[in-house]
């Protein structure tokens, strides 16, 4: 079992930014094939907001192309930089890491607040 540790969220104004980590603890390195971030908002499905491959690879949703970045702070770590946060990004964001070998985990979710 892996059991990922996000930080980060909060409040913030329109045009702010916020930093989102993640870190894996229980997963050995060759066996991540991507981690990334999906979000949540009230009465909607969970998305996609952006993911990086073991490889590197990244993938963003086309709403925050341009805003949001994703990185590896380091082989089991990744952060999503989030920069001129709108309203609509409000949402609980969850932490999201894919085994080679199968299975994949879900953070417990940190709540992302825009306030316009």
């Known amino acids: 079992q892996e059991r990922l540790q996000e930080s980060g969220g909060g409040l913030v104004q329109a045009g702010g930014s916020l930093r989102l980590s993640c870190s894996a603890s229980r997963t050995i390195v060759s066996d991540i094939n991507s981690m990334g971030w999906y979000r949540q908002a009230p009465g909607k499905q969970r998305e996609l907001v952006a993911i990086?491959?073991?490889?590197?690879?990244r993938n963003y949703a086309d709403s925050v192309k341009g805003r949001f970045t994703i990185s590896k702070d380091h082989a089991k770590k990744v952060s999503l930089q989030m920069n001129n946060l709108k309203s609509e990004d409000t949402a609980i964001y969850y932490c999201?890491?894919?085994?080679?070998?199968?299975?994949?985990?879900w953070g417990q979710g940190t709540q992302v607040t825009v306030s316009s």
């Open positions: 999201h890491l894919r085994r080679n070998s199968g299975p994949e985990f």
């Open positions: 990086i491959s073991g490889g590197g690879t």
